[in-house]
């Protein structure tokens, strides 16, 4: 299946510019400056004999029930909730700022094309009134986005991307007991580079195209957590890149927030920067 790839990265995108908006906005109106996966049942998937074909039938997919997950990219971690039959996903991130400091926890709901934003401002006494913003649900038009057609979307079921960075390396190895190993391609597939932000791939060289990965895959034969041991290049250092998929058939059910109100003109004004 073939679908867009950019969903952490995109809201990183959307995220750090609000708070940065957010934190300018907030000095001028005077707030000033305040200085896993689950556990399975039964027993662990046999080795197969394509272990590449095995790993990536783990990989989510549009008849999966809905699911949570989370990616931790360095320092950022999103977590979410993908919901297939309702093509739904709501994601959310943290967001911490220093001067002034405050904390913006800001989520985003997809159901099909339509789209609703939450942002919750704690560590600073009334933040959200000077700064107009709501603390409940908010419907937003994608028309009225500078960056309408890259605003979070529900682009499938795989939001860690897992299955186009599996699909780069040349042989997958089965470790036993649900653990897959190789070695990803990072550096000629647009698909893939989409997916990696806040990385530079072009730093990476030579070891951008053999990347170790680590996979597990748990007993209801679903992939649980994907890691990506990405090398030191540039000004980044090493890193780990995990995706973690969980609760199958447990998360909530995703519908139109209750109670959505119109978004306001400061919301846009947000994520516009």
């Known amino acids: 299946m073939t679908q867009r790839n950019g ?9 750090l510019r609000a708070a940065a908006v957010l934190a300018t906005t907030a000095l001028a109106a005077g707030c000033g400056s305040t200085g896993n996966a689950p556990e399975g049942a039964g027993a662990a ?6 272990p590449k074909a095995a790993l990536l039938a783990a990989v989510p997919t549009e008849q999966d029930p809905r699911f949570r997950f989370s990616t931790q990219d360095g320092t950022d971690r999103f977590t979410g909730v993908v919901d297939p039959a309702a ?10 700022n220093d001067d002034p400091k405050f904390i913006m926890d800001m989520t985003f709901r997809v159901i099909d094309e339509d789209l609703w934003m939450r942002v919750k401002l704690t560590g600073l006494p009334g933040l959200h009134d000077a700064l107009k913003l709501p603390k409940n649900w908010m419907k937003m038009e994608r ?4 960056d309408g057609e890259n605003a979070p979307s529900y ?17 997958v190895e089965d470790k036993g007991d649900g653990t897959y190993t190789g ?5 000629d597939n647009e698909d893939v580079k989409s997916t990696f932000d806040g990385l530079d791939l072009t ?42 998929y969980y609760d199958f058939g447990k998360a909530p059910e995703l519908a139109p927030p209750a109670g959505a109100q119109k978004a306001t003109a400061s919301a846009y004004e947000m994520l516009n920067g």
């Open 155 to 171: 682009e499938g079921t795989d939001p860690g991307n897992t299955a186009a960075i599996i699909r780069t390396a040349e042989t």
């Open 7 to 15: 969903t952490a990265a995109t809201a990183r995108r959307i995220v």
């Open 203 to 244: 730093a990476l060289g030579a070891a951008g195209r053999k990347v170790p990965f680590t996979a597990v895959v748990g007993p209801d034969g679903n992939l649980t957590t994907f890691t990506l041991d990405v090398p030191a290049a540039g000004k980044h250092k090493a890193m780990k890149l995990v995706t973690k």
């Open 87 to 96: 093509k739904g996903m709501e994601l959310g991130m943290k967001q911490q």
């Open 183 to 187: 070695l990803a391609d990072l550096a």
């Open 45 to 50: 998937p046999a080795p197969s004999a394509d």
């Open 143 to 146: 028309e009225k986005l500078a």
